[in-house]
């Protein structure tokens, strides 16, 4: 459990996130079989998008929010992931696209996010995107609106859990009838694989080069 306030955590990750980043080094850690076989690179018609990774301070710990999104005929239905979507022509960074989409599919009040930085940007191959994690603080627990048609459920994670070694895990991950090979994070009997799991690797790898603070 972290020994400091949710002030010098933020304050803490920050500067770090401020530091040369882990990339594609944590990346690894949780990358897929098949996505390492295949190797494909970004091309001209790979789009931007962003997803916002939102701390907050709850029950005496440090909670973040991941969804789940809903069966639809996509490469990403009914997987886990964080609030977040394609970069529209009205955004003037990736960082608004982050804070934008976060607020049309969980409600979060953007003006009240603080962005301490960002992760390394990590491309998706099933749906040719380049995403781009953008990490932020709220001073509150939200109350999450849903949009349905995005979200199927909202999933409150605490960085305890996230940190837990326990919760690691490989085998057969069947998508949309095939069977990929994947390490997954098993976070409240949900599995989350693939991009997210991907970002959380490097998020927990820089969180883990904090030095460790006094409140």
């Given at each position: ?78 997987q886990m992931a964080f609030p977040g979507g394609r970069m529209e022509r009205s955004d003037e960074s990736l960082i608004r696209t982050a804070l934008r ?110 030095p460790k603070q006094n409140s």
């Amino acid at each position: 459990m972290l020994d400091y306030s949710f002030h010098s955590f933020a304050n803490a990750l920050r500067e770090r996130l401020a530091e040369p980043l882990p990339g594609p080094d944590a990346h690894l850690k949780m990358a897929s079989r098949s996505r390492l076989r295949m190797a494909m690179q970004p091309n001209e018609r790979t789009r931007r998008s962003a997803v916002l990774i939102v701390f907050y301070p709850y029950q005496n710990s440090i909670y973040l929010p991941l969804i789940l999104r809903p069966q639809y005929d996509g490469v990403h239905a009914g997987q886990m992931a964080f609030p977040g979507g394609r970069m529209e022509r009205s955004d003037e960074s990736l960082i608004r696209t982050a804070l934008r989409e976060a607020q049309e599919e969980v409600g979060i009040r953007v003006t009240d996010v603080t962005v301490l930085g960002k992760l390394t940007e990590i491309y998706i191959p099933p749906s040719n995107f380049f995403v781009q994690p953008v990490v932020g603080i709220l001073p509150y627990r939200p109350d999450f609106y849903p949009d349905p048609r995005e979200v199927e459920h909202v999933v409150e994670v605490s960085l305890d859990e996230l940190m837990d070694e326990t919760i690691v895990g490989e085998n057969a991950i069947e998508v949309r009838g095939v069977a990929i090979d994947a390490p997954f994070y098993q976070l409240q009997g949900f599995k989350v694989w693939g991009a997210t799991a991907m970002m959380i690797s490097e998020l927990l790898t820089v969180i883990n080069s904090v030095p460790k603070q006094n409140s």
